[in-house]
């Protein structure tokens, strides 16, 4: 029985000291507080990406167009960096004509964004035009569009 009870001490005393040197070849795990900010959202594709910025009233951004498969959905965002509220387009420019696909807007010092959909999305050539529609003064912020095969919003 002495024999037994000192074969498990010592069986013990051998993995206590064995966890600590596996241990030391794991990596940490990074903390919790430096997290990826792109985990968990689906892949997409960055059309256009760019600061507005005017003291005219309106800022056009240049065409840009949608990869044939990289999906029908295209979303706008516009971060407002002025004291005044203004209208996001994105225009579809194809044939010459510019169409308007959608329209958001956006509060003074805010953000926001707007979803296209249609089933040739993924064809067309864009723009996207921010507009001071109050005063007609400052335009100023940053501006991105980006294509997903699947709603973004789900």
Same mark, same amino acid.
């Given at each position: 029985m002495k024999?037994?009870?000192s074969?498990?001490?010592a069986l013990v005393m051998a993995m206590a000291l064995a966890v600590p040197a596996f241990a030391a070849d794991t990596p940490p795990s990074?903390?919790? /507080?430096?997290?990826?900010?792109? /985990?968990?959202i689906m892949p997409l594709i960055s059309l256009f990406d760019d600061t507005?910025?005017?003291?005219n009233g309106q800022w056009t951004s240049s065409e840009f167009t949608a990869t044939p498969t990289s999906? *029908? $959905?295209?979303?706008i965002w516009h971060q407002n960096d002025t004291n005044e509220k203004v209208k996001v387009y994105l225009y579809r420019t194809e044939?010459?004509?510019?169409k308007v696909a959608l329209l958001i807007y956006v509060d003074? *010092?805010?953000q926001a964004s707007g979803i296209y959909h249609c089933s040739d999305a993924s064809s067309g050539t864009y723009k996207i035009v921010v507009e001071a529609y109050v005063s007609g003064g400052r335009v100023?912020? /940053?501006?991105?569009?980006?294509? $997903?095969k699947t709603d973004p919003r789900n």
């Open positions: 024999k037994l009870i074969l498990t001490l990074a903390p919790a /507080d430096i997290i990826d900010p792109d /985990d968990g507005a910025s005017s003291r999906g *029908n $959905y295209i979303r044939s010459g004509r510019d003074a *010092n805010d100023s912020g /940053d501006v991105a569009a980006a294509q $997903y």
